[in-house]
């Protein structure tokens, strides 16, 4: 019994201790994007949200010598908008306001309401009131087992421990700061397009209907309000798509036009872009929906050109445009 | 039920507890209430098979050994063709129908073809429907929900009958506790394929709690789940993209050759994971289970590689099938067929489809290779270090060869995977595809975790090996604290870096 006694106790005060060490470690790991905000050090004029569409397709140095905006991505894997709302709050808690907030939004978004979202990026904030609201929302059990020492983390140890201990051999190092990421800027590691859409046109030949889930037109909707009261100038946009991919969506012109009226009644500018013709061409993705290094490269000029042109002071919004 | 599973973490310290509260006399009636439990977590009506060979090997136990000559004999070959009839009808009867229609197609009789399959797929169907299976539609449809770990416990089964016809195994009077032989939860689906010789008195025996005995015992369920949730089910995320989908033009011979390496790992550490977690098991409550691996990859050469993988089966097939057939005892050719026969029925015992076959093949030529050239005195090694050493690599190298047909899902992706490692494309095109190959694990920021866990699992395993061989010169106080708080360390370590989202089978319990 006595045995029992000590190796509980062991256990628990391990625990305890393990937690703590990771969550430190995750905390000095910028590349893991809560942590970087929650420093309190980062600074952005243009400051970029989104999913991977913009983690990896929006190269935040070549934005700033198009338009002189010291530029940070927030992109962040998982399309779900409650991650975005969840991370602008903490930025805005601990950082200056940007002069210019961009939403990476598309109808791809508007489905699957439960996909999309991963609870591992909250685990070391879990009492961050915003982050635990979100996760009391989308998944209790996460947080019932964050009173449990170190459970939360073996949930994830797949993705967190490997990252807390980078964290921690950064601060050992360096101290804080990223790693692997550029000005929260994730370079794609793939090269050539895939075999994942020509799967999914041969499963779907004559294209697909995606279901609109009125909650995630909500939450977007919900974002542009916070961000409006909080006094912030929010621009939206959609970064390209394969057309073969955009073919086969075959109610996309009428998912687009609720997500343009969306933005018209919140008063947010939508740029519509690739007009030099990206999504025509397969060498510039790796997927239907992914960009690789080179179409990133094109594709951010583009963007800075077309805020140059249009949504800086004078200039004007492009005009939806109907879906291919 | 998987052990590595949460239901496991309640199951097995309830049934600890209760097989040592209760009487000796109650504890058999016990185990096999909880082993029917266990099996019955994934198909429960397929229990009713398991029930039948039972019913089956007890009598004819019970039969054999009372009869005489002839009568003897018949009655074991009835009992072994019950056995195999019902391992026949689940595993083989899809694989034969198949290839006989595919014969009778070739020979221009689709007809007759078209009826073999349709008839055997209505039978087939018709039986799984009483099991409760209303889903399927075709035996090809079936190989998921088929009576998990079927292989291992006919085999078992079949090792009662065997021996009481030999006379080395007294019948079973207890019809529970012949029952609990097959049925012992800790075995029942992967193995060790017990003998009866080995089990049987032990559930006679009258078991007390011994702590250390117990504490051995958790130490080997903990490396078990330790090879199994930390080393193999990292690895499948290495394994599964380029053998679920063999393709040239992304996966090259450098990525290709990586992945079946890893995958020889993988399926060392998940089988002789669950190995070791079944001896654990049993040994905590104080029953002891054979061994089943010992270190197969530093085997030297093909031969002691067998006489160390999966060794109660290889040691069933060498006792009940390459002994029978004559053995050493009989001419060079007819040993080198009958060492082809075990060889090949080993491999149609994994799985019926040509894949298996193919890999019992290849171990069959491996084999009648190695023991052709040391009989013909052409190839002798120095017994030094590197003769070892090559010995090793080149053993590691066929059989993690050979695992290319075990993994592959039909003999076509095989084929496929090994054209592509005979096909080299420059340095610099294998190296994009093995990057390629590693980003698709989706295995974030590999070197930390390999690092650190590496450094974790040598440090733990030296502390419990440090603690073990120096307990007498440890003051007591020392080792009292030590101890617990290495455990401590290491269910913390195990947290850190198993598994636990996936909740993946172990690849043997489709056998």
New interface residues.
């Given amino acids: 019994m006595?045995?029992l006694l000590?190796?509980l106790?062991?256990?628990l005060?391990?625990?305890w201790l393990?937690e703590r060490v990771l969550d430190f470690g995750l905390s000095q790991n910028f590349d893991f994007k809560s942590s970087a905000v929650a420093s309190g050090k980062l600074r952005a004029e243009a400051l970029f949200q989104g999913s991977s569409r913009v983690a990896m397709m929006l190269d935040p140095q070549i934005f700033e010598q198009k338009t002189g905006l010291d530029t940070y991505n927030l992109g962040l894997n998982g399309n779900s908008i409650e991650h975005q709302l969840a991370l602008l709050h903490l930025w805005l808690q601990h950082n200056p306001k940007p002069k210019v907030l961009f939403l990476e939004i598309s109808p791809e978004y508007l489905q699957q309401s439960n996909l999309g979202f991963y609870s591992f990026y909250f685990v070391h904030q879990l009492r961050e009131p915003f982050f635990e609201r979100v996760v009391r929302q989308k998944n209790p059990e996460l947080l019932r087992a964050s009173y449990v020492p170190?459970?939360k983390?073996?949930?994830y140890?797949?993705?967190l421990?490997?990252?807390a201990?980078?964290g921690l051999?950064r601060w050992l190092r360096r101290g804080a700061g990223e790693d692997d990421l550029k000005k929260g800027f994730s370079p794609s590691?793939?090269v050539h397009f895939?075999?994942t859409f020509d799967r999914f046109r041969a499963l779907n030949p004559g294209g697909f209907v995606a279901e609109t889930d009125t909650g995630k037109l909500n939450g977007f909707g919900r974002y542009f309000r916070y961000a409006n009261a909080q006094g912030l100038r929010v621009v939206a946009y959609e970064a390209p798509l394969l057309n073969e991919y955009l073919r086969l969506h075959r109610n996309r012109a009428a998912q687009l036009a609720r997500l343009d009226s969306l933005c018209r009644a919140e008063g947010v500018p939508f740029l519509h872009l690739d007009t030099t013709g990206l999504g025509r061409d397969r060498r510039y993705f790796y997927n239907a929906n992914h960009l690789n290094a080179q179409g990133t490269d094109r594709f951010t000029a583009e963007l800075g050109r077309h805020f140059n042109a249009i949504v800086r002071p004078g200039g004007k919004p492009t005009q939806p445009r109907s879906a291919l | 039920m998987l052990f590595n599973s949460l239901n496991f973490l309640v199951f097995f310290p309830t049934v600890v507890v209760l097989h040592f509260l209760l009487p000796h006399r109650w504890r058999w009636a016990m185990l096999l209430g909880a082993s029917c439990y266990f099996y019955m977590a994934f198909v429960p009506a397929y229990i009713l098979i398991l029930f039948a060979t039972i019913v089956i090997d007890y009598f004819a136990g019970l039969w054999i050994e009372n009869a005489q000559g002839v009568r003897r004999k018949r009655l074991l070959i009835i009992s072994l063709v019950s056995n195999l009839g019902i391992l026949a009808f689940f595993k083989y009867l899809g694989f034969f129908t198949e290839n006989i229609a595919d014969l009778l197609k070739a020979i221009d009789l689709p007809y007759p073809a078209a009826l073999a399959t349709a008839a055997s797929n209505k039978v087939f169907v018709g039986v799984l429907t009483l099991f409760g299976q209303n889903s399927v539609s075709s035996y090809t449809e079936a190989m998921s929900i088929l009576p998990i770990g079927l292989s291992f416990h006919t085999f078992q089964a079949m090792s009662y009958t065997i021996e009481v016809y030999r006379g080395n195994q007294r019948a079973e009077r207890h019809f529970g506790i012949y029952a609990l032989y097959v049925m012992f939860f800790p075995q029942l689906v992967a193995g060790p394929i017990e003998r009866p010789q080995n089990v049987l008195h032990q559930f006679h025996e009258k078991k007390t709690f011994n702590a250390t005995r117990a504490l051995d015992g958790l130490r080997w369920i903990y490396w078990g789940l330790f090879k199994k949730m930390v080393i193999a089910d990292r690895l499948s995320q290495f394994v599964d993209p380029v053998f679920n989908d063999p393709n040239p033009e992304k996966y090259g011979a450098l990525a290709t050759a990586a992945a079946t390496v890893v995958f020889a790992i993988q399926i060392y550490c998940d089988f002789s994971g669950y190995s070791d977690v079944a001896i654990g098991t049993a040994k905590v409550m104080g029953y002891k289970l054979m061994e089943n691996f010992r270190r197969p990859y530093l085997a030297t050469n093909i031969q002691v590689f067998w006489s160390r993988w999966h060794i109660s089966l290889s040691t069933w097939f060498r006792d009940y099938l390459y002994i029978p057939l004559g053995g050493n005892r009989v001419s060079r050719g007819r040993r080198y067929f009958n060492l082809a026969v075990v060889f090949l029925v080993s491999g149609l015992w994994h799985g019926a489809a040509w894949t298996y076959l193919v890999w019992g093949a290849l171990h069959a030529v491996f084999n009648l290779g190695t023991v052709a050239l040391r009989e013909s005195g052409r190839v002798r090694l120095p017994e030094r270090w590197w003769a070892d050493a090559l010995g090793m690599v080149v053993t590691f190298g066929l059989v993690s060869f050979a695992w290319i047909f075990f993994r592959a899902h039909s003999l076509h992706d095989a084929l496929t995977l090994v054209r592509t490692l005979g096909t080299w494309r420059g340095w610099s095109v294998e190296w994009n595809s093995l990057e390629y190959w590693t980003l698709r694990t989706g295995d974030p920021k590999p070197p930390y975790r390999m690092l650190f866990s590496g450094i974790g699992l040598l440090l733990l395993g030296l502390g419990d090996y440090l603690i073990e061989k120096k307990r007498d010169r440890l003051p007591g106080p020392t080792l009292r604290m030590l101890r617990p708080a290495l455990y401590a360390a290491m269910v913390i370590f195990f947290l850190l870096f198993a598994v636990f989202d996936s909740g993946k089978q172990f690849i043997y319990f489709q056998f």
């Fill in positions: 006595k045995n000590l190796f106790a062991s256990l005060g391990l625990a393990t170190l459970l983390y073996a949930l140890n797949h993705t421990v490997p990252e201990l980078a051999g590691p793939f895939d075999d």
